[in-house]
């Protein structure tokens, strides 16, 4: 009887490698929010004449749209991490097969191989 060794398609250094990158990311991300929160806070309480106010109201939204967007970055980063604690990591969360590791490599945050993103993404697309 002889036992057929399967060479996984993720090893352990690589999850070392994709954990220690979503670590550092979220690291940043995290930092940049408390800056970035910090400034909010000292641009609100500063006196402005009107135009200024009104360049400020523009520069506070954008600033909040850039953190929601890292927000949703820092629970990517999250989920990815579970995912890597819960042994799922580089599969698939719709059909199940194996992420590359040059798509994991590219966007580690990432749960869905290139055929079902692209197909969410014609999805979104028709529904918009």
């Known amino acids: 009887m002889t036992t057929e060794v399967i060479d996984p398609h993720i090893t352990d250094e690589d999850l070392d490698r994709f954990?220690?990158?979503?670590?550092t990311s979220m690291k940043e991300l995290l930092e940049q929010a408390?800056?970035?929160v910090s400034e909010l806070i000292l641009e609100s309480s500063r006196d402005t004449e009107l135009i200024d106010s009104t360049a400020a109201d523009i520069n506070?939204?954008?600033n909040l749209?850039?953190?929601s967007r890292k927000s949703r970055l820092i629970k990517k980063i999250?989920?990815?991490l579970k995912r890597i604690e819960e042994g799922t990591y580089g599969y698939?969360?719709?059909c199940?097969?194996?992420?590359?590791l040059k798509r994991l490599e590219a966007r580690p945050v990432t749960s869905k191989c290139i055929a079902c993103k692209e197909t969410?993404?014609?999805?979104?697309?028709?529904?918009?």
């Open 19 to 23: 954990k220690a990158m979503l670590n």
């Open 34 to 36: 408390d800056s970035a």
């Open 60 to 62: 506070r939204t954008m």
């Open 65 to 67: 749209h850039l953190q």
């Open 78 to 80: 999250k989920d990815a």
């Open 92 to 94: 698939c969360d719709i």
């Open 96 to 100: 199940g097969e194996e992420i590359s």
């Open 120 to 128: 969410q993404e014609r999805m979104e697309a028709l529904l918009s």
